[in-house]
């Protein structure tokens, strides 16, 4: 569990230096303040760590593009930051702003300052900025993070709206059919019965059935998303539970390969950026797809980069895995001989990029069209199953 530690510290410099730093015991904070070559005075335990949440994303992109245009400008980082929170207006990002440019005027390396905070950003945040400083490229990395971001973005708003408007539909379906099994069905089948409800055709005898049981079927719908709930849950938990989670949705038609797809870019983007941080490939890999999100690629990535560290080339040592594809892997080899990794990797990350957002547009295409088909077939078969029985009662009185 993690506390929160007072401390106060000499730096290199001979400077007197005091903060906050969040650990799992005393000993594991002194180590992290002597990582950061801080001398430790004095370190005590203030209380419980506050819950740490990450900044959110659309305040992280403003930030981060403002922090891209203030390092163009030749300001100093720690110079930067403090410009940059006095025009931010949220209290615990200005908070944050102003304790990373603290730990920099302390002499604290900006990635270990990251480090400190990373569950506030992205993956890779810290590296890519040091990378930054140390290259001279740091509005330049900046800015290529913020359009990967900004894909990311993207892509969560279009499936947002692709389902959005499906799910309404399906909603106000089941609210129509429950109304009608409610009221309008029982009282019409009291009416045939009336009338002499014998023979009745079968689609109207399961329609007055369905009528009759039609809460303990919502029961049964709550119960069963409450238990697939709790399965979500359980296989969040762990790496082979997600992984399990990505296998079945990677078998689910359109949805699969959007999420592939995605997954694939996110990669990409992450492997250009690292590639033009001076990472080396087993390195970039292993990074690369944490930053994709997927344990999938996780697994497959960490096979890849030891193969390639036991002295195999890409296209060998990428032979057992299924997530990445073969043309990527063909790519990144082809781009690593001729120079031109980079390169290739930005153009893989448009590529998947423009699929993502082809299927997405498909998928919006089919679920909207779908519903409505669905919601036409139920009622339809409804009227016809209360239409039927009228006929044989015509024919009965004629």
Not at 176 to 198: E, K, M
Not at 220 to 227: F, K, M
Request: net charge positive; proline share 4%.
């Amino acid at each position: 569990m993690m506390a929160t530690f007072e401390y106060n510290a000499l730096t290199s410099s001979g400077r007197l230096m005091k903060g906050t730093i969040e650990a799992g015991s005393a000993q594991q904070a002194s180590e992290m303040l002597t990582d950061m070559q801080l001398t430790v005075n004095e370190i005590t335990k203030t209380g419980e760590a506050r819950p740490r949440t990450a900044i959110g994303r659309n305040e992280f992109l403003l930030f981060n593009q403002q922090l891209a245009s203030i390092t163009k400008a030749g300001i100093p980082l720690d110079r930067g930051l403090r410009e940059l929170a006095s025009d931010v207006t949220s209290r615990s990002m200005r908070r944050l702003v102003l304790e990373i440019a603290d730990d920099l005027s302390a002499g604290v390396p900006v990635d270990k300052a990251i480090e400190q905070r990373q569950k506030h950003f992205p993956p890779l945040y810290g590296r890519i900025l040091r990378a930054g400083v140390e290259t001279g490229r740091l509005s330049e990395m900046l800015t290529s993070l913020n359009r990967h971001l900004e894909v990311g973005t993207r892509t969560r708003r279009i499936i947002l709206e692709a389902l959005t408007y499906p799910a309404v539909v399906l909603a106000a379906s089941a609210i129509i059919v429950t109304y009608l099994f409610l009221t309008v069905i029982p009282t019409f089948a009291g009416v045939i019965y009336d009338f002499g409800g014998q023979g009745l055709p079968w689609l109207t005898q399961m329609l007055f059935t369905m009528s009759e049981h039609v809460m303990t079927f919502w029961g049964c719908v709550l119960l069963i998303a409450l238990a697939a709930a709790a399965v979500y849950v359980i296989l969040s938990a762990s790496p082979a539970g997600r992984r399990f989670k990505e296998g079945v949705l990677l078998r689910v038609p359109v949805l699969g390969r959007i999420f592939r797809c995605g997954v694939l870019a996110r990669m990409a983007e992450a492997m250009g950026l690292l590639i033009n941080a001076g990472c080396t490939m087993p390195q970039c890999l292993r990074l690369s797809a944490g930053a994709s999100g997927s344990e999938r690629m996780k697994l497959e990535c960490e096979i890849l980069a030891g193969g390639i560290e036991q002295g195999a080339a890409v296209m060998e040592a990428g032979h057992v895995c299924r997530m990445i594809p073969r043309l990527f892997l063909y790519s990144v080899q082809l781009g690593a001989q001729r120079n031109e990794l980079q390169d290739n990797l930005y153009s893989l990350s448009q590529m998947y990029s423009e699929q993502t957002r082809c299927l997405q547009a498909n998928l919006q295409a089919i679920l909207l069209p779908a519903m409505i088909v669905i919601l036409g077939g139920i009622i339809s078969t409804i009227v016809v199953a209360m239409f039927l029985p009228m006929v044989r009662i015509v024919n009965v009185m004629a």
